[in-house]
Nanobody, 123 residues
């Protein structure tokens, strides 16, 4: 099992930036890719971005492409989500998740999940 701990959430004004971090521990050697998801109140959880551990291949949801950047530091077992030009509709609980096998980024199963970090964007 892989343990994931997110940090970096907070309150920011529209147009501002935040950088989320997610540190993996445990069987982190088994990670194939790491993703970020978010869930707003009353809405379903949605995919945000994913990066493969080897090769650093990235994939983004249309709603965030060009504004958000996912990156990783494998030596630190950490994945980041740099969020720029934030909008009120980006307000949500953000979760990181790990895939321990090669699967599709959006519809593929994620094996391990963090507890989440809240991002609130004020108008």
């Amino acid at each position: 099992q892989v343990q994931l701990v997110e940090s970096g959430g907070g309150l920011v004004q529209a147009g501002g930036s935040l950088k989320l971090s997610c540190v993996a521990s445990g069987r982190s050697f088994s990670i194939y890719s790491m993703g970020w998801f978010r869930q707003a109140p009353g809405k379903e959880r949605e995919f945000v971005a994913r990066i493969t551990w080897s090769g650093g291949f990235t994939y983004y949801a249309n709603s965030v492409e060009g504004r958000f950047t996912i990156s990783s530091d494998n030596a630190k077992n950490t994945v980041y989500l740099q969020m720029n030009s934030l909008k009120p509709e980006d307000t949500a609980e953000y979760y990181c998740a790990a895939q321990r096998a090669a699967r599709p980024p959006v519809t593929g199963r994620y094996d391990d999940w963090g507890q989440g970090t809240q991002v609130t964007v004020s108008a």
